[in-house]
């Protein structure tokens, strides 16, 4: 990796924030906090250029929550997101690190939920809000918002909010904040927009960017498979089961729990698993190691910092199941395979948000990295079959069997059946226990990297947080049969000309409540839409801007939830009052636009 810091006991934090650390398993820090920590410890604003998947929350989490004053119940902290996902998200984060704070509260608020509740918590004094930008705006509006104790503003994913058409909102609540905080801007990318932000509010930022190292892995197969539909244990022991040359594999997670835990249910699933990991003394990390390349183990699973030179030959597999930090942790991770001149295999997990790190690696290693599908059931059922008919052929190789063939006869004859029969009983008593088909149903492939991360529930301060995938549901379903809305494959023409002709049988034309005289524009609408319906912005159709009300299209079979929700939604303040449009377009005349190309999440 690009950091020379082994341990978060190197960069300032407290001994309370290292205990936690400690316990959910963090075993070093990654390059990004290994940099940035102890620059926001300093005081600095700073600029972080890093994406989802290379630990920028705790990168800028655990230094503000340093600055934290329990005592002083006003919020201390403000974290902008794009989204509601991310904004629940962070809060877990977090609460998450909270765990030896009493006292300490983090409240998410974001749109689409109630006012109540949220008027409610923020009443109760939170130390940290992590929201969306429209919604802070509002309560910034209500003062139900108080940033006078502010001394730390966090701006994540600042392109994406650009992206959205927030960054109006952003600037506006940067204008509001006291002179005196500290600010971190995070950004996966740097367009001349952020910059100018950056400019305008930062104080000499130090700017931080981790290195794209980029390394020739030539005698290694790439594959990814994306998360969806399957739980990653059963995908994991799926993709083993079928892959060709299979000897040994190194499978790499990011906390020293999740090693023990991976390693333990391998086990109990009947692989020779153990896990290797910093908590391991320098004996025990060589017997693993010894065990590895003797055959009594083949799979190890492993953090990072554990498997630094590791050098087994028969390592045939490395499966990346929790995605790397950065680049060169990926080339690192890989080197573990195809050593002494054999081909090595490489295998990449990809939650949805993790798209744009898997195309980062494709880049730094300058190959692409094929989509892998995921064995079915009938796959593995074959293959085992194979394997089984290959043993079966070596035992009639051998010699001595004559004994056998005497009592299969004598059974036969005895029970008056065929000698297949017997066979299949033989075969039955031979797999008892490891039998040769999978029972269930295959799910259903998802299409590729579509933003399905869970809806909103986190609100109650003492919800649990949750530190696993973020599931796989997509967050606006369709029902009974009808395909889910990410799932259309007919995907609405944002370039037609978009006079009042009748939108396309799947999209529903709807009318709201705020126009041009309001000061909206596209951006606005979309950017309200997609956050309160939680519908991903490139589903949302034509928009028609007039002077007092708009229309805008959206995938028709929306669920009550979220039209409740777009009822309620303001842009610009104004309630819009969303409701299907029957009426004609009033007399301000309409604006048409072309549908800005919202990139893909
Ligand atoms: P992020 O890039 O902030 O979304 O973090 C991605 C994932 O990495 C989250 O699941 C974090 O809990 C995890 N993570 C962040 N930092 C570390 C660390 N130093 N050690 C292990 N896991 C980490």
Known sequence: MTTSVDSFADLGLSDSLLKTLAEIGYESPSPIQAECIPVLLEGHDLIGMAQTGTGKTAAFALPLMEQIDVRLTKPQALILTPTRELAIQVAEALQSYAKNLPGFHVLPIYGGQSYTIQLKQLARGAHVIVGTPGRVMDHLERKTLNLDCLKTMVLDEADEMLRMGFIDDVEWILERTPEQHQTALFSATMPEQIRRVAQKYLVEPREIKIKAATATVAAIRQVYWQVSGMHKLDALTRILEVEEDFDAAIIFVRTKNA?????????????AAAA???????QMRERVIEQLKSGALDIVIATDVAARGIDVPRVSHVVNYDIPYDTEAYVHRIGRTGRAGRTGNAILFVAPREIRMLRTIERATRQPIAPLTLPSRAD??????????????EVLNAEGLDFFANIVSQIAEEQDIGVEEVAAALCQMAQEGKPLQIPGEDPVARPAFRDERRPASFGERDSKPRFEDRGERPRFEGRGD????????????????????????????????????????VKDIVGAIANEAGIESRFIGRIGLYDESSTVELPAGMPAEAANALKRTRVRGVPINLRPDEGRPDAGGERTFKKKPYAER
Do not use: C, W
């Open 259 to 271: 090693t023990v835990e991976l390693a333990d249910k391998l086990a109990a699933r009947g692989y």
């Open 276 to 282: 290797l990991n910093g908590d391991l003394n320098q």
């Open 380 to 393: 593995v059922t074959n293959k085992r079959v194979a394997d089984f008919k290959g043993k079966v052929a």
């Open 482 to 521: 009808k395909p889910r809305f990410e799932e259309r494959s007919e995907r609405p023409r944002f370039d037609d000309k978009p006079k009042r002709s009748a939108p396309s049988s799947d999209m529903v034309r709807y009318r709201i409540d705020v126009g041009r005289d309001h000061g909206v524009q």
